[in-house]
């Protein structure tokens, strides 16, 4: 299987501050990431797909980078509707398997 | 408006049987893989299992937690997909989401269901 590892488990910003998420995979993946937001007692909303491709409707201050094994979600401008729990998933092969999520906190 | 609803979710004893419903409107069912994602209480997301389409025969994945317990199958014609769940262990407690295949056969999901909740308990 395919161990998809985040870090950090948790991040403390303020608003308006650069935010970058890492995710890196046990063996090459690609470019077959995927991130997604989940806000407390709600399902996840897809983000960013392909690494770096931005879901329709997504707010443009969420990028995603890398290839490979290594991958980063950026939040260019942290608002205070980003507070939630960060996740990627890959989907090279499977299991499909997720990392272990990032709580985004606000300062 | 896409929409997924998932049903039947409840509280049954270690070793018992239930079957989750999901319920897709606003798109063409036919034409997407479905999956199933789960989360236990306070923990992360773990990929439950797959069913791809007609084309592809309606095959399916499963993780290695629940092959051989849990038969993911679909009905086209009620837009509808199924998880039967038996022999639940006290792990198998959690929030199981119905996930749509993003562009058809993606393997990443861009809509969710709202998620039922699973209790194994005793």
């Known amino acids: 299987d395919i161990q998809m590892t985040q870090s950090p488990s948790t991040l403390s910003a303020s608003v308006g501050d650069r935010v970058t998420i890492t995710c890196r995979a046990s063996q090459s993946i690609n470019s077959w990431l995927a991130w997604y937001q989940q806000k407390p007692g709600k399902a996840p909303n897809l983000l960013i797909y392909?690494?770096?491709s931005l879901e329709s409707g997504v707010p443009s201050r969420f990028s995603g980078s890398g290839s490979g094994t290594e991958f980063t979600l950026t939040i260019s401008s942290l608002q205070p509707d980003d507070l939630a729990t960060y996740y990627c998933q890959q989907y090279t092969d499977y299991p499909l398997t997720f990392g272990g999520g990032t709580k985004v906190e606000i300062k | 408006e896409v929409q997924l609803v998932e049903s039947g979710g409840g509280l049954v004893q270690p070793g018992g049987s239930l079957r989750l419903s999901c319920a897709a409107s606003?798109?063409?069912?036919?034409?997407?893989?479905m999956d199933w994602v789960r989360q236990a209480p306070g923990k992360g997301l773990e990929w439950v299992g797959r069913s791809r389409y007609r084309a592809k025969s309606y095959t399916t994945e499963y993780a290695a937690s629940v092959k051989g317990r849990f038969t993911i199958s679909r009905d086209d014609s009620k837009n509808s997909l199924y998880l039967q769940m038996n022999s639940l262990k006290t792990e198998d407690t959690a929030v199981y989401y119905c996930?749509?295949?993003?562009?058809?056969?993606?393997?990443?999901?861009?809509?969710w269901g709202q998620g039922a909740m699973v209790t194994v308990s005793s």
């Open positions: 392909k690494a770096s």
């Open positions: 996930g749509r295949g993003l562009s058809g056969t993606h393997g990443a999901f861009d809509f």
């Open positions: 606003g798109f063409t069912f036919s034409d997407y893989y």
